[in-house]
């Protein structure tokens, strides 16, 4: 491509994020744990929505066609101000761009969306991974009645405990992912002695855990009334929604 196609191309992709994105500003940045990165934007254009958990935002992370999904931790909705708990899990436009992210960087963002609706959920049961820390924040700051059941299956489970501790994530219990997935019986041993039949249960993160888990589930005899899955990320799969 010769320059001046390069350009003009720019130019089409800079005007169709101004019609179909949101412009924002990072406002801060903190790192806990070498990897996580919560990351705060600020925007008027970030102002009026009302918030509840489950929402997901898509953000521009190389142009218009780079596109990835983060679940905002908070909305503050009259400040315009809207918080991610973003994983660094390794190579990815995602992970690159929040590892270099730093406060005055213009961030393009899509949304919000529903992804998952928890705000009717009564002490929901929540299985997920490092990608679902920010959904647990989020449950957490709402007024959702919660006696606090978090199962995380995680690569480093010092690095991921040094983060639940951080933030403040209550009842958590980790799982550190084991080769073959060895660890997934265990997980599904404790999911069945807390996810009693009276719980709503949502499963999050990695699809091979939530399919797993919702097959394990749903043949157990204690299936809760409502059983909802959504899979963040999938072994050799980029940017899900
Ligand atoms: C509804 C929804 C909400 C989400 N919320 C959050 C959130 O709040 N915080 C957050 O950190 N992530 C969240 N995710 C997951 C995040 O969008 C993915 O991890 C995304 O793939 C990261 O983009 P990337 O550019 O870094 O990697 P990609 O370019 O998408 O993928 C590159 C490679 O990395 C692998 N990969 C992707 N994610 C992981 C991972 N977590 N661990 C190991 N390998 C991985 C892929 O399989 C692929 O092989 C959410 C996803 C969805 C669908």
Redesign the pocket.
Known sequence: MSSAEAKSVGRIETTLMRWFLRHSRISAVESVAGSFRLITLTSDSLKGFSFKPGL?IQIS?GGIH?M??????MWDVEGGTVS???????????????GHAEPGDEVWLFGPRQ??DISQAVDPFVFG???????ALAIQASSIEQTGRRVFEV?DAVAARDAVQHFGIRDVTLFTRLPDDGHLPSVVEAMQALCLDDRQAFL???AAAVQHLYKAIRQSETTPPMLRA????????????
């Open positions: 997901r992370v780079a990835r999904t983060y679940t905002p931790v991610i708990l973003v994983y660094l899990h390794g190579i990815g436009p995602g992970a690159n761009w929040a992804s998952l991974d490092e990608t679902s820390f920010g959904l690569s999050t993160g990695r959504k899979a963040y990320w999938a072994s050799g799969k980029v940017g899900l929604e």
